[in-house]
């Protein structure tokens, strides 16, 4: 789902909830209008006496203007009464501020941009493990205190765990760095990615995660197919993208000039980038053509460190 569509959802679904509940208030209104034959007369007389107002109150007759208006009062009140009785009241907005229309003097009301940004976070979650790959179920006491060679994998990665979450607070879609993350499988690249993809999401930034081969292929499918490049110019046009798993997919020469295009236009428009990888920079050189490679080279390169966390969670099972 894109951003644009995540939108369009969001405002149908109020239009079509705001068009049941007036369809269900209009459809009470004209039953109590057959049925109750004194509100029905109410209803008329209100309208007779609106219209005498307006003409008595130009006159300039106040005797009478007051005599009607008191009769309004009345019937107004016999009217509500009625409406009581029957159990209808005035249509409940699910937001106040727009009335479920949308949109406040001409700009998209805050109701649609949380609805939207719930769409696309529900989205996401369906596909990938969103939900638990969040900065605050990262648990460093799986990498170790100290390692072989005497360095502390822990406190390496509590460095880069500050700096994924700083990196959130502190993000600007167009001053923001671009990352390669990179490490062996089970480091936590794609929890730490993915905790960043879900904080920006939820500060309504427009944010596209994929794995590489899902991305790619999507792009070559719809452009080949489709004849359209709408992912393509999404993942172009976004505040952050994220790509996971950089190597996991089919490199043609098309894929290569794509990724090229993609992290190209990105650079200089000044909008950041994360790749993940799991390739060493020397397999980066090889499997990529030397300027995709010069590119990758000059984004903030972190390596990640660790065991297999996926490993040594099974074999605490
Ligand atoms: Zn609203």
Redesign the pocket.
């Given at each position: 789902m894109t951003r644009e569509q995540s939108y369009n959802i969001a405002l149908e679904k109020q239009r079509e909830v705001l068009r049941y509940k007036k369809a269900t208030f209009d459809a009470a209104m004209q039953n109590l209008q057959k049925t109750n034959p004194d509100f029905a007369k109410i209803n008329s007389r209100l309208s007779f006496l609106g219209a005498q107002i307006a003409t008595v109150a130009i006159s300039g007759d106040t005797a009478t203007l007051e005599k009607l208006q008191k009769e309004m009062t009345e019937l107004s009140s016999a009217r509500e009464a009625i409406l009581k009785m029957a159990s209808i009241g005035d249509i409940v907005y699910?937001?106040n501020?727009?009335?479920?229309?949308?949109y406040?003097g001409g700009k998209i009301?805050?109701?649609?941009h949380t609805a939207a940004k719930e769409l696309l976070i529900n989205d996401l979650s369906a596909n990938i493990p969103l939900d638990s790959c969040r900065f605050e179920n990262f648990d460093l006491n799986y990498y170790p205190q100290k390692s072989a060679d005497n360095t502390s994998p822990r406190k390496y990665m509590t460095s880069i765990f500050k700096m994924c979450r700083e990196y959130v607070i502190n993000f600007d879609p167009s001053k923001s760095e671009s990352m390669l993350f990179r490490g062996n499988t089970g480091v936590g690249k794609t929890h730490l990615t993915l905790a960043i993809t879900y904080e920006l999401l939820n500060c309504g930034f427009n944010v596209i995660y994929g794995p590489a081969y899902n991305l790619f292929a999507d792009m070559e499918t719809e452009h080949f197919k489709e004849h359209t490049n709408n992912k393509y110019n999404a993942a172009i046009n976004c505040d952050l993208l994220v790509i996971d798993d950089l190597g996991g997919e089919f490199v043609s020469p098309y894929i290569q000039s794509l990724l090229y295009n993609i992290i190209n236009t990105r650079d200089l428009s000044g909008k950041p980038t994360i790749i993940n990888t799991n390739l060493t920079m020397a397999e980066i050189g090889t499997r990529y053509t030397p300027r995709v490679a010069s590119r990758l080279f000059n984004y903030n390169i972190e390596e990640f460190v660790g065991s297999d966390i996926r490993l040594l969670k099974a074999s605490e099972k």
């Open positions: 699910d937001c501020v727009c009335q479920d229309t949308g406040v009301c805050d109701c649609i």
